[in-house]
Structures are given as C-alpha cells and as structure tokens.
C-alpha cells in the first residue's frame, strides 16, 4: 500500500535530523495517512479512502466528499477517487 493521499496526492518528503552537533543524517518524512470511510450523498453510499488528516479537514470546510471531488484537480486524485468523482458527474448529469 502506497504512502499517498487518495484525495490531495500529498506523499513522502525527505529532510535532515539534524543533531545537537550539527550532524546530518537522512530521513523521510511521511504524510500523517488514515483509513475513513466517507459517505457521498449524491451516491447514497460510502467510500473506503486513504486519506491525510489534512485532507479529511478540508473535505469536511468544504461540505462534505461530493462537493470536496467537485473541485479537485484530476491529477491530485487517485485512480479510486477519480473514479467516485466520474460517478458523482454521471449522477448529477442524470438528475
């Protein structure tokens, strides 16, 4: 399983520790990843996302999943996500 956000793609970074006597060693910093379901109201049903914290508060400012895939670009999203996001389009367009 990957270390990437399914909704805002955010993944691994890399830095430093730095020690008290400026010694340098490599690491990687991981993005804080938890796995929610997430309900979509056009859909009527829920969705099993790997998401980060950050991501999981911006979905909830915005209102909710569908409002959240509505205005997210396809290349943060993961490929199960843009699939959710062409169910919602279809969903709304049919109704």
């Known amino acids: 399983m990957s270390r990437r956000c399914e909704l805002t793609g955010k993944g691994p970074m890399s830095g430093n520790n730095v020690s008290h ?4 060693t490599r690491r990687r910093f ?4 938890q796995d929610v379901s997430l309900q979509s109201e056009a859909l009527g049903r829920s969705f099993k996302l790997r998401v980060s914290s950050a991501a999981l508060r911006s979905v909830d400012h915005r209102g909710g999943l569908d409002a959240y895939l509505a205005r997210a ?3 943060e999203l993961s490929e199960n996500a843009l699939k959710i996001k062409r169910g919602l ?7």
């Open 89 to 95: 389009a279809k969903a709304q367009s049919a109704a």
């Open 30 to 33: 991981l993005p804080n990843l």
């Open 73 to 75: 670009k396809d290349d």
């Open 21 to 24: 006597a400026n010694n340098k």
